[in-house]
């Protein structure tokens, strides 16, 4: 097993209609289905939390990168979670869209950065193999 760096723990009650929290206090969210799947839409949802988690994540990774190849440019990162029914069990699953723009950049360079950093983030490589993911490089409008 790998030399653990961090660990972190949440706890929820009332699942989806419920609250998340952190055992510390430092942060606290009211879960709530959306208004979409029938739900209240009163608080966040696990997707929302699931993308402002991977985004800040995938963005590191990217800053990685750029660091790398001294690449100061301002960078936004789109994050997009998908639930979807799955068919195999009558159930859910999730897909996300990853758009990655870098002001003054080509679109080619952008791609490249973006795939580096999609290999190198840890909530990429949870993924990896377990829910589809698309990359891409998209114009930078602040």
Known sequence: MSDVKYTTKAINTGGRDGESRLPDGSFSV??????DMGGAGQGSN???L????YSA????????YKQIEKI???????????????P??????LSAEIEVAIDGLDEDKVQELAEKAHQFCPYSKATRNNIDVTVKAVPYNK
Do not use: M, W
Not at 73 to 83: A, F, G, M, Q
């Open 88 to 93: 195999t069990d009558n159930g859910f699953k």
């Open 46 to 48: 696990p997707e929302q």
């Open 30 to 35: 009211r879960v709530s289905t959306p208004k």
């Open 50 to 53: 699931f993308a402002l988690g």
């Open 57 to 64: 994540c995938y963005h590191s990774a990217l800053e990685h």
């Open 72 to 86: 100061n440019n301002e960078s936004i990162v789109y994050l997009t979670v998908n639930l979807l029914g799955d």
